[in-house]
């Protein structure tokens, strides 16, 4: 179950006052509800009610931070640039880190399908592009439509896996995952979006002290 909900964030941020200038640098919040058709497993979902994820990005780096009950507390860093992808997560029962190239190989691809959809959704001031993607992760079926704008260069960690098949930032989108013929369906939409600085330093790829590396991963 924890490993289903990781898996879920990780493929999980002031108004802009004028939405048709392109965003470089800032912060965005998301609001994320997750159910399922498993009446046991969504019980447990409903019980932990709605999450929030913050994502600080600049240029081609993004942070994007969540906290859950269950899954304790789950930092996404992702370098454009240097292909680079830092986890950090801390449970309760230590911190440990993962750090890991998220440039798909060939083999990924062949298992990810990705349709460019005839609507478009406004969201937040900004008209986004509506995409589905079908894949598989870690041996399980992954559906997602998502709406992306190009007016916001923050890097997803949500679209690292379809090589560059979608265009711009994911301001809403809807993933299901099936797990053991149980469906769970995570929604995610942006609900925030500040212009402001964001720190060199919250986007490092170094980890910080007292995280020890994730073996076997």
Do not use: W
């Not at 994320?32 to 009610?49: H, V």
């Not at 999450?51 to 240029?59: C, E, G």
């Not at 996404?76 to 801390?90: A, H, N, P, R, S």
């Not at 937040?124 to 709406?147: A, H, R, S, T």
């Amino acid at each position: 179950m924890k490993k289903i909900l990781l898996l879920s964030l990780a493929l999980m941020l002031s108004v802009v006052a004028v939405a048709q200038d392109k965003l470089n640098e800032g912060v965005l919040i998301a609001k994320q509800t997750m159910s399922s058709d498993n009446e046991q497993m969504n019980a447990q979902l409903q019980a932990m009610g709605d999450s929030q994820a913050t994502t600080y990005f600049k240029d081609d780096k993004s942070r994007s931070e969540t906290s859950s009950p269950m899954t304790g507390d789950m930092t996404i860093i992702v370098d454009g640039t240097e292909k680079q992808m830092l986890m950090l997560l801390d449970q309760g029962m230590g911190k440990k880190y993962m750090l890991q190239s998220f440039e798909p190989s060939e083999v990924d691809l062949k298992d990810v399908s990705v349709e460019k959809g005839d609507e478009t959704k406004t969201v937040m001031g900004y008209e986004c592009q509506q995409y589905f993607v079908k894949m598989k992760q870690n041996g399980q079926d992954v559906e997602m439509q998502m709406f992306t704008t190009e007016q916001i260069s923050a890097f997803s960690h949500n679209t690292t896996a379809m090589g560059g098949k979608i265009n711009g930032y994911p301001l809403y989108f809807i993933m299901t995952i099936n797990q053991m013929g149980a469906n769970i369906v995570v929604t995610s939409e942006i609900t925030e979006i500040k212009e402001e600085s964001v720190s060199d330093d919250k986007l490092s790829l170094t980890p910080p002290e007292g995280y020890t590396k994730m073996e076997g991963m």
